[in-house]
């Protein structure tokens, strides 16, 4: 099948009869006829559903769908990105071990790295993604225990070279784990230029609506957990609170990874996604191969647009060929990057602010990535605390106009634009 075709088919195939959507199991529970036949769910002898704090049917074919379309061996949702970027690297390290990152990551996976695990005992390094090979090299520690990326970093813009860091991990024994959220597997499958697991925040482009938070884990499948048996204990060893089973013997390198984070950390941790949530999922995703080329044919429009005006000082957008990263860009995503454009207002952060001030078809949010197209300064929001210097030092200008691109008319998005800009001084 092709990815539009399992957009709309993968992970549910009714049966004589059944439901054409995916049902929505709204149970917390479920009803077996004897102990025995639920023993052996909770031995991992028979697949099958207990409590829906570790599994549900629902979320398993929302899983299974993405799972087909990044082309993973398994896969499982989470209630939020943020719980799917944690459960991916906490499944595979703990409390004396370390992981190299791109230093260009979400601001939200920046700071549960940098500050939250760094409380549980996990150590980071975190790298320039165009660092040299002699910088990545010397990044990497006896107990580094993955590499991590980010498909096309959000806000910065900057696209992931995820051949060259899946080489660097493997050299090293260390699995890749990208962030696909911008990209979506419909412009970038990271499995294919070999990345091993992949994470999503569903609550963007996926869900596409502005209406459910969420995330997925999907496994690669291609990493071989027992050709590296001292690294990946939890692995290769036996579980002792899962009546001594180890994953990596008993579920092979395709299952391994998601079927310990199911039955360890969403067990322990409880971050499922709820069954209604999952179904709304499901519907964005349907749609997410005929979205997905709408939203950065209106991006590259308009960054053309901006690229073009005179009240613009700079253009951040990987489809524009005057981008850093339009080579780059074309190799991993040669059908389009993502609806994100970054753009700076002349007249500093007054000038954008004066922008900002006249949008009427722009809404002004925190969030990106869905079918409304959105807008933010962080200069006078998120970041509103910082003063220009302090602004600068952490990468974000004080004239920056972060601009979310929907799937509307894009004339009128260009013409909200233009009548904006022309308000500045
Ligand atoms: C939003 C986002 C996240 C976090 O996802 P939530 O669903 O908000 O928890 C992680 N990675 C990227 C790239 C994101 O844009």
Redesign the pocket.
Same mark, same amino acid.
């Given at each position: 099948m092709e990815l539009e075709t399992k957009a709309i088919q993968a992970g549910y195939e009714p049966k004589n009869g059944d439901p054409r959507m995916i049902p929505i199991i709204q149970s917390t529970t479920f009803k077996y006829d004897t102990s025995e036949d639920m023993g052996k769910l909770f031995d991992l002898e028979a697949s099958g559903y207990f409590y829906t704090r570790l599994q549900n049917p629902t979320n398993d074919m929302v899983a299974a769908k993405i799972c087909a379309m990044e082309g993973g061996t398994a896969a499982m949702l989470t209630s939020? #990105?943020?719980?799917a970027?944690f459960f991916s690297v906490f499944n595979i390290a703990g409390q004396g071990d370390h992981i190299v990152s791109s230093s260009t990551i979400?601001g939200?996976?920046f700071n549960l790295f940098n500050v939250t695990m760094r409380r549980m005992g996990i150590d980071f390094t975190f790298v320039d993604p165009d660092c040299s090979d002699e910088e990545l090299e010397a990044a990497f520690k006896p107990n580094t225990k993955a590499v991590f990326g980010?498909t096309i970093a959000?806000p910065a813009l900057i696209v992931f070279d995820i051949e060259r860091f899946a080489k660097a991990a493997h050299a090293h024994g260390v699995p890749l784990i990208v962030?696909n959220?911008?990209a979506t597997p419909v412009n970038c499958r990271p499995i294919e230029w070999g990345a091993d697991i992949v994470t999503h925040?569903?609550?963007?482009y996926m869900d596409g609506h502005d209406s459910t938070? #969420?995330?997925c884990i999907v496994d690669g499948g291609k990493f071989d957990w027992m050709a590296h048996k001292d690294k990946f204990p939890g692995l290769t060893t036996p579980d002792e609170s899962y009546h001594g089973i180890t994953y990596a013997e008993k579920f092979g390198m395709g299952g391994a990874f998601i079927t310990k984070c199911t039955a360890q950390l969403m067990r322990d941790l409880g971050s499922i996604q709820a069954p209604m949530n999952a179904f709304l999922l499901n519907l964005g995703l349907e749609s997410l191969p005929v979205r997905m080329p709408r939203h950065c044919e209106n991006a590259q429009k308009v960054a053309e647009f901006l690229e073009a005006n005179d009240k613009v000082s700079w253009v951040n957008y990987p489809g524009l060929p005057s981008n850093k990263y339009y080579e780059l860009a074309k190799k991993y995503m040669p059908n389009g990057t993502c609806g994100v454009i970054s753009f700076g207002v002349k007249g500093g952060r007054k000038g954008a602010e004066t922008f900002m001030k006249h949008l009427k078809v722009a809404m002004i949010a925190t969030h990106?990535?869905d079918a409304h197209t959105c807008v933010l300064h962080p200069a006078s929001s998120t970041h509103r605390q910082m003063n220009d210097e302090e602004l600068i030092a952490a990468g974000v200008a004080p004239d920056l106009i972060r601009l979310s691109v929907g799937i509307e008319n894009v004339n009128d998005i260009i013409a909200d634009v233009k009548q904006a800009l022309d308000q500045v001084e």
């Open positions: 939020s #990105g943020q719980a970027t979400y939200g996976s980010e959000n962030d959220t911008f925040s569903t609550t963007k938070v #969420g995330g990106v990535a």
